[in-house]
């Protein structure tokens, strides 16, 4: 979780400036544009009185959050962060070693979803 914080970070602050001031175009570039996620005032949901927030639609589709999926919440400098949670794993032994396995069934990985993941990381 913390390399997660420590990667986005940056970018999380840049976001949370844009509420001290009105954003230029160039702001809001640099920050992956308007329609990017990274925008001010694009979206905006209420908790209920339970505490529970409804994340729009947009947002989920565009991190490819499910529903039922589990998900950590971290503070970031007043501002909450949400993350997919990390896999649990288990040891078990593989002839006379032991080997890390993801202790739920995981989605089958496909080609489609390779390309899809290294497309995302080059822009």
């Known amino acids: 979780m913390d390399k997660v914080i420590e990667q986005h970070s940056e970018k999380i602050r840049g976001a949370l ?4 001031r009105v954003l230029s175009w160039s ?3 640099a920050m992956g544009g308007w329609g ?6 694009g979206m905006r949901t209420t908790m209920d009185g339970g505490g529970r927030v409804v994340v729009p639609r947009a947002l989920r589709q565009q991190l490819g959050l499910q529903p039922g999926m589990d998900l950590d919440i971290t503070d970031l400098d ?3 962060l949400l993350s997919p949670a990390p896999v649990p794993m288990k040891l ?10 993801a202790a739920t069934p995981l989605p089958k990985l496909t080609a489609a979803k390779i390309r899809a ?3 995302a990381s080059r822009r």
């Open 27 to 29: 702001d809001a570039t």
């Open 92 to 101: 078990v032994r593989r002839g006379k070693g032991l080997v890390a396995e």
């Open 17 to 20: 400036s844009c509420f001290d």
């Open 78 to 80: 007043g501002a909450l």
């Open 117 to 119: 993941a290294i497309e």
């Open 36 to 41: 990017g996620g990274w925008y001010c005032n």
